[in-house]
């Protein structure tokens, strides 16, 4: 019962920052990202009979703590739906993301652990049912399931039965492109979980991001179906800076930006200024991603990469969606 799994990471430009329900992975409000073909995670689940524990590795490294954690847990979750609760599995799993540095690992990583896992143990899931089932390992991880632009409805019912993620466009719909600024592939000091809650719990900036948010929603999404580059950028720019607002507004206040997350900001301002369309966007880490059009790539690759203290630049087209390499 064995099985290999592809799936991309996202990058958010309606951000998903808080949870309704810390355990079903519920958001506070809807958001809507792009499909990466840069960045991905391939894992494969093995169930054996002989095992009597989950054992998990990563990039060829036994993974225990947390991350093991997480991982048997949504492992629990798909042997409870397919009724084989006795049944462990090996997972192994290979990152091209940098792990817990802002890139949205755990999205192509959740993703990748339920397509394998689920098609492993028999299941025959539907997209939106994977969907729902991803959300449970990381909420982000959701949205990774489709390719090229893709909504992740929050959903009312406790229960969370109607939030999932779907499809606005595929990826051959508009080439835009997305430049990943890598700064630091260091841990986080704050996961996202933590900064989520305590921005949640704390900010009183926190209740004017909700309001603000379908809007952005709604117009981002004219701005898909129009391929208006210039009026998903600006939204995208300023629906990141609005969230990581919240953040200092939280009690303690925090960050995740380092001196060269805004020194890589302040480069592409002005490169809009010189008449060169391009905008940026930060999740939660000091790494930025930089939307620009296919036109403009050399310029926008060569600027970026001579800005002091920038470890490296990946530049990403929209991706795909999951893949299955293997079911045996």
């Known amino acids: 019962m064995k099985a290999t799994a592809k799936a991309h990471t996202n990058i958010a430009l309606i951000k998903y920052w808080g949870k309704r329900d810390e355990d079903l992975i519920l958001p506070t409000n809807s958001s809507?990202?792009?499909t990466l073909?840069?960045?991905?995670?391939?894992?494969?689940?093995?169930?054996?009979?002989?095992?009597?524990?989950?054992?998990?590795?990563?990039?060829k490294e036994e993974v225990?703590?947390?991350?093991y954690n997480r991982v048997s847990h949504f492992l629990e979750l798909i042997r409870n739906i397919s009724g084989k609760q006795d049944l462990y599995a090996k997972v192994t799993s290979h990152n091209?993301?940098?792990?817990?540095?802002?890139?949205?690992?755990?999205?192509s990583g959740f993703a990748a652990l339920a397509a394998a896992g689920s098609r492993a143990i028999g299941l025959d899931l539907s997209d939106e049912e994977l969907s729902k089932l991803t959300r449970q390992g990381s909420g982000s991880a959701c949205r990774s399931i489709y390719g090229g632009f893709v909504e992740w409805k929050m959903g009312e019912n406790p229960d969370g039965s109607?939030?999932?993620?779907?499809?606005?466009?595929?990826?051959?719909?508009?080439?835009?492109?997305?430049?990943?600024?890598?700064?630091s592939s260091n841990m986080k000091?704050?996961?996202?979980?933590?900064?989520?809650?305590?921005?949640?719990?704390?900010?009183?900036?926190?209740?004017?991001?909700?309001?603000?948010?379908?809007?952005?929603?709604?117009?981002?999404?004219?701005?898909?179906?129009?391929k208006d580059f210039e009026k998903i950028g600006e939204i995208a720019e300023a629906n990141c800076l609005k969230m990581h607002a919240t953040t200092l507004g939280a009690n303690p206040p925090f960050t995740y930006w380092h001196d060269t997350t805004m020194s890589v900001m302040y480069?592409?301002?002005e490169l809009r200024a010189k008449g060169i369309p391009a905008y940026f966007t930060i999740d939660a880490g000091p790494n930025v991603?930089?939307?620009y059009l296919p036109e403009d790539e050399a310029v926008i690759e060569k600027t970026l990469r001579e800005i002091p203290n920038v470890t490296n630049v990946t530049l990403s087209k929209p991706g795909p969606g999951i893949s299955y390499l293997g079911v045996e």
């Open 162 to 183: 109607d939030s999932y993620a779907v499809q606005i466009a595929p990826s051959a719909h508009w080439d835009v492109r997305i430049a990943a600024v890598n700064l």
């Open 189 to 226: 000091k704050i996961s996202s979980r933590a900064g989520m809650k305590r921005t949640v719990e704390t900010s009183p900036f926190y209740d004017g991001w909700l309001e603000s948010l379908p809007k952005d929603l709604a117009q981002i999404k004219e701005g898909i179906r129009d």
């Open 32 to 34: 809507l990202s792009l």
């Open 96 to 107: 091209e993301v940098p792990t817990a540095a802002g890139f949205a690992s755990s999205a």
């Open 64 to 67: 225990f703590g947390e991350a």
């Open 37 to 59: 073909d840069g960045f991905y995670t391939t894992t494969t689940v093995d169930f054996q009979e002989g095992l009597t524990r989950d054992v998990f590795h990563l990039n």
């Open 289 to 291: 991603k930089v939307l």
């Open 267 to 269: 480069v592409v301002q």
